[in-house]
């Protein structure tokens, strides 16, 4: 069955980095695109950014454009997210998803 794990999140000042990883599994990674999303405390869930099969082709939403960076190893069948520059409104548990299956989830928190 598919199955996604998150991993990365963490506690960060404003302007640092971390780096999220989602391991999947149960289905033939390289055929499906993959999105990263993300819930804020008491909000719903945003769209943050996708990427196609291949790796070649990426979109993001405004909010993070210009500070994440997705990718993707179909080798390892794994799907990154690299976040610079990041905010206390980036805040939030960050989840990787495809074809209507999600993971756990992984907390990202930026605070001074």
């Known amino acids: 069955q598919v199955q996604l794990v998150e991993s990365g999140g963490g506690l960060v000042q404003p302007g640092g980095s971390l780096r999220l990883s989602c391991a999947a599994s149960?289905?033939?990674?390289?055929?499906?695109?993959m999105t990263w999303v993300r819930q804020a405390p008491g909000k719903g869930l945003e769209w943050v950014s996708d990427i196609n099969g291949g790796g070649g082709s990426m979109h993001y939403a405004d909010s993070v454009k210009g500070r994440f960076t997705i990718s993707r190893d179909n080798a390892k069948n794994t799907l990154y997210l690299q976040m610079n520059s990041l905010k206390p409104e980036d805040t939030a548990v960050y989840y990787c998803?495809?074809?209507?299956?999600g993971g756990q989830g992984t907390q990202v928190t930026v605070s001074s």
């Open positions: 149960g289905f033939t990674f390289s055929s499906y695109s």
């Open positions: 998803a495809t074809a209507g299956h």
